[in-house]
T-cell receptor, first 114, second 116 residues
Framework: SQTIHQWPATLVQPVGSPLSLECTVE??????LYWYRQAAGRGLQLLFY??????ISSEVPQNLSASRPQDRQFILSSKKLLLSDSGFYLC?????????????FGSGTRLTVV | DQQVKQNSPSLSVQEGRISILNCDYT??????FLWYKKYPAEGPTFLIS?????DKNEDGRFTVFLNKSAKHLSLHIVPSQPGDSAVYFC???????????????FGQGTTLQVKP
């Protein structure tokens, strides 16, 4: 069966520090991968998605970047965190060709920038 | 530009009564709609979906209604239970995407509280 792992679960980082959040999927190959953010009082905002290794599409301009070094690994990074980067970050995957037939989400990372 | 809108940030209902959560969308290219349920500090989980060829889909206590002409969908929970208390997100996607990105566009979410 397929599983998705996301870590860490919580993170407190000072302003200006770097960030690296990791997401891995097991039990499938060539998944579509996504990073979403839920900011306080707001909905789920799509940040990045990837349909293959090294293929990253950005949805909104921001202080963050994403990379997909391996087929089932998706990394969210920042060189210098801002206070506004605080939020709940979610990784998700779906099978290619299933379009919007629904995602499987990871358990999320609560990031607090202080 | 918010393509999927949930205009009610919160809803409180009594246990056993009906909960109705609403969602509006603006993009006529959306052909597939989903509802996700989210508990605090957890990722959302899929609840129910509907494609544009239908106007109703039912799964146990959960029913989703779609009104394409009004670009509106709703989720009915009958009867509501305290365990249903969570944030509910509406999401939309084109059924066929030329780029096969599978992107889902989510609404802002509605926090449902079911009181015992």
């Amino acid at each position: 069966s397929q599983t998705i792992h996301q870590w860490p679960a919580t993170l407190v980082q000072p302003v200006g520090s770097p960030l690296s959040l990791e997401c891995t999927v097991e039990g499938t190959s060539n998944p579509n991968l996504y990073w979403y953010r839920q900011a306080a009082g707001r909905g789920l905002q799509l940040l990045f998605y990837s349909v293959g290794i090294g293929q990253i599409s950005s949805e909104v301009p921001q202080n963050l970047s994403a990379s997909r070094p391996q087929d089932r690994q998706f990394i969210l990074s920042s060189k210098k965190l801002l206070l506004s980067d605080s939020g709940f970050y979610l990784c998700a995957w779906t099978q290619p060709g299933r379009g919007g037939y629904g995602y499987t989400f990871g358990s999320g990372t609560r990031l607090t920038v202080v | 530009d918010q393509q999927v809108k949930q205009n009610s940030p919160s809803l409180s209902v009594q246990e056993g009564r009906i909960s109705i959560l609403n969602c509006d969308y603006t993009n006529s290219m959306f052909d597939y709609f989903l509802w996700y349920k989210k508990y605090p500090a957890e990722g959302p989980t899929f609840l129910i979906s509907i494609s544009s060829i239908k106007d109703k889909n039912e799964d146990g206590r959960f029913t989703v209604f779609l009104n394409k002409s009004a670009k509106h969908l709703s989720l009915h929970i009958v009867p509501s239970q305290p365990g249903d208390s969570a944030v509910y997100f509406c999401a939309a996607s084109p059924l066929l995407s030329s780029s096969n990105t599978g992107k889902l566009i989510f609404g802002q979410g509605t926090t449902l509280q079911v009181k015992p």
